[in-house]
């Protein structure tokens, strides 16, 4: 199984070069942006994206953590009052 495991590891690593991004998303430069417009703009909005999703997460994770630190501290309060 470990061999296995290693021979997909290694396989899955040498073929990475295949499943890299376009240029337009890669390296958003000033050729690209002349060349394909269309591809630099798709690029800086998905990375937008991307940054808009992590944020959305992060304060929902936050909240959700916030909201149970309160509610844990509210009950030992209580329990301690008791």
Known sequence: MKTLLAA?????????????A?????????DTI??????????F???WGVLFM???SMA????MF??????VVRLEKERAHA
């Open 45 to 47: 909005g998905f990375s």
């Open 8 to 20: 997909v590891i290694c396989w899955v690593s040498l073929t990475m070069g295949q499943a890299l």
């Open 60 to 63: 929902f994770f936050s909240g």
């Open 66 to 71: 916030l909201y149970i630190w309160r509610t």
């Open 34 to 43: 002349v060349n394909e417009p269309g591809t630099a703009l798709a690029g």
């Open 22 to 30: 376009c240029v337009g998303c890669r390296e958003p430069g000033s």
């Open 54 to 56: 992590l944020i959305v």
